[in-house]
């Protein structure tokens, strides 16, 4: 059973610092790679950053130099580092994978930014 459990998400101000953590089970992260997606209110899921098996990185423009996405491929633990922060920030954020064409998420961290 594929399990994506999240922490870390809160609220802190413009500015500031959160990291993120996905945990996985059931899958190795480190042959599927795995992704970082946030929702704000109102809007669509937004892919935020991606790290594949082999630790290429991308990164959506509007947070590329103040996010890092990152994995522990011991712990099987991937990791989203987010620095300077800013209210548009704000939202829930998922972790996901895939495997054999079958999408698993995480249950979502909220993050909220203050002004």
């Known amino acids: 059973q594929v399990q994506l459990v999240e922490s870390g998400g809160g609220l802190v101000q413009a500015g500031g610092s959160l990291r993120l953590s996905c945990a996985a089970s059931?899958?190795?992260?480190?042959?599927?790679?795995m992704n970082w997606y946030r929702q704000a209110p109102g809007n669509q899921r937004e892919l935020v950053a991606a790290?594949?098996?082999?630790?290429?990185?991308n990164y959506v423009d509007s947070v590329k130099g103040r996010f890092t996405i990152s994995g522990d491929f011991v712990k099987n633990t991937a990791y989203l580092q987010m620095h300077s922060l800013k209210p548009e920030d704000t939202g829930v954020y998922y972790c996901?994978?895939?495997?054999?064409?079958?999408?698993?998420w995480g249950q979502g961290s909220q993050v909220t930014v203050s002004s």
């Open positions: 996901q994978t895939s495997r054999n064409w079958r999408e698993y």
């Open positions: 059931g899958i190795q992260f480190s042959l599927n790679g």
């Open positions: 790290i594949t098996g082999g630790g290429t990185t």
